[in-house]
């Protein structure tokens, strides 16, 4: 059974996980974009915060200059299968 619970990011890091597993960086994204879509879900960090977040991202990629950086996403969120093991 699917758990339908609703998914609370603590850190800013967890919420661009869960960003990123949504789908939202499928297209090139601007800080101000993201910490509105943040702050649609109640979801409110400060700037610093947001932006180490986001350089640490290893899913992200970053392109302009400082101040004005876009991210997108390097590749899709895919659930990986466990590898069962024969014993």
Do not use: C, D
Request: a positive charge; proline letters at 5%; glycine letters at 6%.
């Amino acid at each position: 059974m699917a758990n339908n619970k609703l998914k609370v990011a603590k850190t800013a890091t967890e919420a661009m996980n869960l960003l990123w597993r949504n789908g939202f960086f499928r297209r090139w994204q601007t800080q101000p974009k993201i910490v509105a879509h943040l702050a649609e879900v109640e979801h409110n960090f400060e700037g610093p915060e947001l932006g180490m977040a986001l350089k640490r991202a290893k899913y992200l990629t970053r392109r302009g200059k400082r101040g004005s950086y876009e991210y997108i996403q390097k590749f899709p969120f895919v659930v990986e299968e466990p590898v069962a093991s024969s014993k």
